[in-house]
């Protein structure tokens, strides 16, 4: 690289800093607002994102940007991480070039409203008071897709936003692969004589109990308390304002042990990849996960991969035997089986692990159908319902437990649910390779020796950033194009020595 290229490298990262800057900014004023802002400020505050996100617009869409990508238009022979920080910045020059300003502005003013309403919304388990905001997001994401323009599929476009190259027709191939395989095993299972209990996890733990032990749990795991820190909000989410701060919540209830716990051990995955992130990428637009399906495959690692072993509580049962009273006379075994029972259910983020990804193809589903026109808002709660009750042969009873329970329509993430089920599935094959590698790490984990998993995703996920495009992360780091046959079996093989299928 000639030292012209150099110095104009480090021109954009400079430029880029600035801006990295100003998100961090925004960042924090929208943590406040899910974490603790007093219901009378939210308009205002919901103005301030909308003035901070048009600054943000401005600088990601000047002519400054224009220039950086005009002048390395043809220019050759630049290292991995250069090459893609350009690469990026022209992907979303171009894409939020197409959005006029004052719309962009509008539209962030309305998520974060549309936020605050669907709380209120679940709060009092009424669509009605959510409906007319999600409408206006709906109405907004088809405006803008008329911007964006798609080839076969409009809801293709937004899915490149979440996960880079993936289209409707891969994911239709994978998802019937994935949900044929966990029909056919959950078949079996619903014909086995062995029932574990669970009722143990049902007691009351109080707050500050449950609150101590995740935070010793995810500390142990690898989350950097200097570099985070954990709060609640109604819908746990990570929120990082670069590698030194990335904050994490989650939300306890005091009659069910498992759901706090399992929610910071997932959202703990998603921090300790963004506390991972070299320096070197700060100020290159790169210094993050790469996808929403390569992040959800580390939270979803450490939620269940290794927090759902029996090698993991090996080592963490005796800790919370002493913590906990409420598991006196309950062995490991049962505990383990206790924690991995299957029961289809209404709840996404309570569901067991088998029947998940069945809750985020059912979401996957309705998105599609809603973006492509196929339903209408009015009729979410129906669709919502019915599809339950084919899929897992549950229905809610009242809004706040089916069509309100997650957060994510109201900000307009559509395309986002399908990561999570891809995350299963990355896992699965991240696993299998870390097997080869590390012969004895459940061995390791059983010795709490959580570090060597740890050095592992790192080094192989971690350290990338958003370099590589996930189709390209996945072979590099597996050999292998995605495929759902590793998580399948993995599930397959757990469960049958379960439920001695």
């Known amino acids: 690289m000639n030292k012209e290229h150099g110095e104009k490298l480090n021109e954009v990262r400079e430029y880029m800093l600035d801006l990295e800057h ?4 925004i960042g924090l004023v929208y943590w406040d607002m899910r974490v603790g802002i007093p219901k009378k400020a939210i ?12 600054e943000s617009y401005k600088i990601a869409t000047s002519d400054k940007v224009k220039e950086f990508i005009d002048y390395f238009e043809g220019v050759n022979g630049l290292d991995d991480i250069s090459s893609s920080m350009i690469e990026n910045l022209k992907k979303e020059y171009e894409k939020t070039k197409k959005i006029p300003s004052d719309r962009h502005k509008e539209y962030t003013i309305l998520a974060s409203k549309s936020e605050v309403a669907w709380e209120e919304a679940k709060d009092k388990s009424d669509f009605e008071i959510f409906k007319p905001y999600l409408q206006k997001v709906v109405d907004f994401k088809d405006e803008f897709i008329s911007y964006w323009g798609y080839d076969k599929n409009k809801y293709d476009t937004l899915l490149d936003f979440y996960e880079p190259s993936i289209t409707v027709e891969k994911l239709d191939d994978i998802f019937g692969e994935l949900r044929d395989g966990i029909v056919q095993l959950l078949e079996k299972i619903n014909n086995s004589k062995v029932k574990p209990k669970d009722d143990f996890f049902k007691k009351e733990f109080s707050k500050e109990s449950q609150e101590e032990f995740s935070k010793f749990v995810v500390e142990k795991l690898g989350y950097d308390f200097d570099a985070g820190r954990i709060d609640e909000s109604v819908h746990p989410f990570t929120i990082n304002f670069g ?10 209830l005091t009659n069910e042990f498992r759901s706090a716990l399992f929610s910071t051990i997932h959202e703990g995955g998603h921090a300790i990849y963004e506390q991972d992130i070299p320096d070197e990428l700060n100020g290159t637009g790169l210094g993050t996960g790469v996808s929403m399906g ?9 939620e269940n991969i290794i927090g759902r072993s029996k090698s993991f509580w090996k080592y963490f049962y005796p800790e919370a035997k002493k913590r906990f009273p409420q598991f006196e006379g309950v062995s490991l075994e049962e505990f383990y089986k206790g924690l991995n029972t299957v029961e289809p259910s209404l709840i996404r983020t309570e569901a067991d692990e088998l029947t998940y990804s069945l809750h985020v193809i059912i979401r996957y589903e309705i998105e599609k159908a809603l973006i492509n026109g196929k339903i209408k808002v009015e009729d979410l709660p129906r669709v919502w ?14 809004d706040a437990e089916g069509v309100l329970q997650d957060m994510h329509w109201s900000d307009g993430s559509f395309g986002y649910f399908p990561s999570y089920a891809l995350g299963n ?26 570090e060597y998993i740890h050095k592992w995703l790192s080094e192989n996920i971690h350290k990338h950033g958003a370099v590589y495009k996930p189709a ?6 597996t050999g292998e194009e995605l495929t759902a046959k590793y998580f399948i079996e993995y599930l397959n093989k757990k469960y049958t020595e379960i439920y001695d299928l």
């Not at 390569?294 to 450490?302: A, G, N």
């Not at 319902?385 to 009242?398: D, I, P, Q, R, T």
């Open 22 to 25: 100003l998100n961090q900014a």
């Open 472 to 477: 390209d992360l996945i072979k590099m780091v």
């Open 43 to 54: 308009d205002s505050r919901s103005e301030v994102i909308g003035y901070l996100s048009g």
């Open 294 to 302: 390569i992040h959800e495959s580390q939270s979803r690692f450490y």
């Open 425 to 450: 599935i990355y896992g699965a094959q991240f696993l299998n390779k870390m097997k080869k590698d590390m012969p004895n790490m459940y061995e390791e984990i059983e010795k709490g020796n959580f």
């Open 385 to 398: 319902n019915e599809k339950y009750k084919e899929y897992l042969g549950v229905e809610a009873s009242c």
């Open 243 to 252: 590698n030194k701060d990335v904050r994490i919540t989650t939300k306890y």
